[in-house]
């Protein structure tokens, strides 16, 4: 089905044939607008910026890109097409037909659901409110501010579940949905990640390269639903997604790419040396990587979950690619090997049920997603002579979460004295020091096709456009 941009709410969900939904949706509408004014990117509503739209939601030729200023985006409730016929992936309802509705049984699981994911979208708009002052470049900037965009169209698209199957509580959620902070002191975020400040442009390249992709996996997972509108809004949140993590991964890259043109100017791989030239090196970055990805990895839940047991056998929550990936849908005798703390400073191995062990797999895979990116960036290492490799930590390394949660371990998850794993912090982590260094290279640079001295310019623009095209006009 079109998209239907004649209405106030762009949607392919036929709006117009719900009046009262339509006007529950109307009447959030200019909450979101506020929100959008007082939380998103400070100070550019009066930009003019490159931005793309979703016009379809076929494979190809989904958006269409123009020049918009920010309050004027056209937020939308975009479904992706039902499959005919869809039958249920997974758990103990496997081959049934999906659900239109909500099975009152498992509102308040979906409701959960919903109301988490929905609530990381605006969060990380508010985590970058300040990013935009301080671009690379005007390329950076409209990436910035695109993906600002669309996180505000993924809390619509939460927003709609919310208000149309969830009744009066929806409604309430919703609300909420902008009444919680990302940092805030009364009134916190859902999720730990998400109350992190993004106050410099490699924070937002790592948190789009690593919390970015923990989303990819939430909604892959959620895209297998039973519950098929929730699994047709992920599947096309996942299209705008992919973006997300395009800009995490290339500016990384870029981060590489311009530290290594300089180590090679200087002929020397010594950090002071390459601060001294104003680019990023190469052990900072890594302290970025083991910061972010910890930080991401939490996002999985507990490695042992009664509540992903149930989500699975409920058919609430599948696995990515479930009907590619697996031949066992149901998972009632399979079972997983589990590492975990012994207590006594050694590791043993715990055999779950397969169905207990789901959270675990979702984050088996996301690492293994993350990895891809790490060997590009060391393929442009190696490619320049160097032995340095960037590298993943243990998924042990740094939990607050599940069953390595405050178990002391070094970067290859080697259970190791608190004494020392205090220590040696300042080795793994950004310390203040770096910290600082690196918001003292975060100046705004706004001449079409310049870039910042620490990082390199991207291979191409948008949408086919010059690098030199003005993608923000800053009015
Ligand atoms: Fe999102
Ligand atoms: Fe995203």
Redesign the pocket.
């Known amino acids: 089905m079109s998209i239907d941009y004649s209405q106030k709410i762009p949607n392919n969900v036929n709006l117009s044939n719900d009046r009262t939904l339509q006007r529950a949706l109307e009447h959030w509408q200019p909450h979101f607008l506020d929100w959008w004014r007082e939380m998103g990117p400070h100070d550019f509503a009066s930009a003019d910026v490159y931005l793309r739209t979703a016009t379809g939601v076929d494979a190809q030729g989904w958006a269409s890109y123009g020049t918009v200023k920010m309050p004027d985006y056209r937020w939308g409730i975009f479904l992706a097409d039902a499959i005919p016929e869809r039958k249920i992936g997974f758990g103990d309802s496997f081959g049934e037909p999906v659900w239109q509705q909500v099975p009152g049984e498992f509102r308040s699981q979906f409701r959960r659901l919903i109301v988490t994911q929905g609530d990381t979208e605006p969060a ?1 708009v508010e985590q970058q409110h300040l990013l935009g002052h301080t671009c690379p470049s005007l390329y950076d900037l409209r990436n910035l501010f695109q ?1 600002n965009v ?2 505000g169209r993924h809390l619509w698209a939460m927003v709609y579940l919310l208000h149309a199957h969830f009744g009066r509580d929806g409604r309430e959620e919703a609300e909420e949905l902008l009444a919680r902070h990302s940092g805030d002191a009364d009134k916190p975020r859902i999720l730990g990640t998400f109350n992190e400040p993004i106050s410099d442009w490699l924070s937002f390249f790592c948190f789009t390269y690593f919390t ?1 992709r923990d ?1 990819k996996f939430q909604l892959k997972s959620l895209a297998e639903s039973s519950f098929d509108p929730l699994a047709r809004t992920c599947r096309f949140m996942l299209t705008e ?1 992919a973006h ?1 993590m395009f800009v995490g991964e290339t500016g990384i890259g870029r981060v590489v790419r311009r530290t290594l043109e300089v180590m090679k100017e200087l002929g020397t791989d010594v950090a002071q040396a390459l601060r001294g030239q104003g680019v990023i090196d190469l052990p900072l970055l890594q302290r970025y990587l083991n910061f972010w990805f910890s930080s991401s990895l939490d996002l999985f839940g507990s490695e042992v979950s009664s509540n992903a047991a149930g989500s699975f056998a409920n058919g609430i929550k599948g696995r990515p690619d479930e009907t590619t990936q697996y031949q066992d849908h149901v998972c009632t005798d399979a079972t997983y090997e589990l590492p975990t703390p012994d207590g006594k400073g050694g590791v043993q191995t715990e055999k779950v049920s397969l169905r207990n062990a789901m959270n675990e797999v979702l984050r088996v895979a996301y690492v293994r997603d993350s990895e891809i990116g790490l060997k590009r960036w060391n393929m442009q290492i190696q490619k320049a002579g160097h032995d340095f490799r960037l590298k993943l930590p243990s998924t042990r390394f740094r939990r607050s979460i599940g069953a390595w949660a405050n178990v002391p371990t070094d970067l290859e998850g080697r259970i190791i004295a608190r004494e020392e794993y205090q220590r040696r912090l300042p080795e793994w982590l950004p310390t203040p020091a770096d910290r600082t260094y690196v918001q003292s290279l975060m100046q705004r640079v706004s001449t079409p096709g310049k870039m910042a001295g620490w990082i390199a310019p991207p291979d191409r623009g948008i949408n086919n456009l010059g690098l030199d095209y003005e993608y923000v006009r800053l009015n």
């Open positions: 990380s993906v669309e996180e970015d989303g997604e997300h």
